[in-house]
Structures are given as C-alpha cells and as structure tokens.
C-alpha cells in the first residue's frame, strides 16, 4: 500500500459520538518524526474543552506498534489560525496534527485509530484506516519540512 492509498472512515457511533463526522482528510505521508494532520468536518454536539483528549494506536497484526494519548487543546493550538479550546457546538471543521514518534516503528503498512474524548471522557469521535507509516518521505514532506510544522 502506498501512502495515497490511504483510507479513513468514522468508527465511531453516529447515535452516541459528540460529533457527527461527515468527511475525513489526512495527511499523505504519515512520516516518522512529522505530524500527522487530521481533518474533519461535522457537526459538534458539545463544548470541546480544557482536558480533552485524543488517542493515536497504531497496530500491525493486532499487535500494538505506537500508543498514545495527547491533549487535545494543545494540538489544535499548533494550528495557525484554528480553533481554541472552549470550541462552542456546531463548529463545522477541525484539523489536529499528532506529532509521530521517532522511536515508531517504520516502512509498515498499519492500521491506525484515533479517538478523541471530551473533558467528561465522552467520546467525540473515532476515526481508522490503513496507512503506509515512512520513514523515508520526501524531501517536502520530511523533518523540518512545512508538512512537519504546520
């Protein structure tokens, strides 16, 4: 699988989650050292605020590869000009980027999960597919490139 073959659906339940996922777009090289971006669109049912989280699992064969657990109001501050925490119901968009760890296991294609989670521990949303995790990615998209800092 190559990383544009990449693709993401809800995992979530539409009836339960806090938001209503409708479109998911991603990065196109999920690059050791980088940030993987995430954006979705939807509707938000409830206030996003201090103490949210958002939970990146990466497996391989039902073996675990990479687990983490980040905060969700400093990840969506790293973003020039997006939303901050409190984020008011029936914001239309988010886009998150969740730094990859150095030490990740790499050139594996692996299932991915991210799950996000109010400060109640609500779950606002769940989102999985498949990905090709690089290590060597191109020279725009490497450490220190625009992909990896914005």
């Known amino acids: 699988m190559s990383a544009e073959e990449e693709r ?19 990065s196109q090289h999920l690059c050791s050292g980088c940030s993987a971006c995430i954006d979705i669109e939807g509707f938000l049912r ?7 989280t958002v939970r ?10 990479f687990d983490k657990t980040y905060d969700l109001c400093a990840l969506l501050e790293t973003i020039k000009d997006g939303p901050r925490c409190p984020i008011a119901p029936n914001q239309n968009g988010l886009r998150a980027c969740i730094p990859l760890d150095k030490s ?10 991210v799950t ?14 498949d990905a090709m995790v690089e290590s060597e990615c191109p020279n725009n998209v490497g450490p220190g490139s625009y992909a990896c800092t914005h």
């Open 8 to 26: 993401f659906s809800t995992c979530g339940s539409p009836a339960t989650d806090m938001f209503q996922v409708s479109t998911i777009s991603s």
């Open 46 to 52: 409830v206030p996003i605020n201090e103490g949210a």
């Open 56 to 65: 990146l699992q990466v497996t391989k064969f039902f073996f675990n590869v």
């Open 104 to 113: 990740m296991t790499t050139d594996i294609s692996a299932s991915l999960k």
């Open 116 to 129: 996000a989670y109010d400060s109640w521990k609500r779950q606002l949303f769940c989102i999985e597919g």
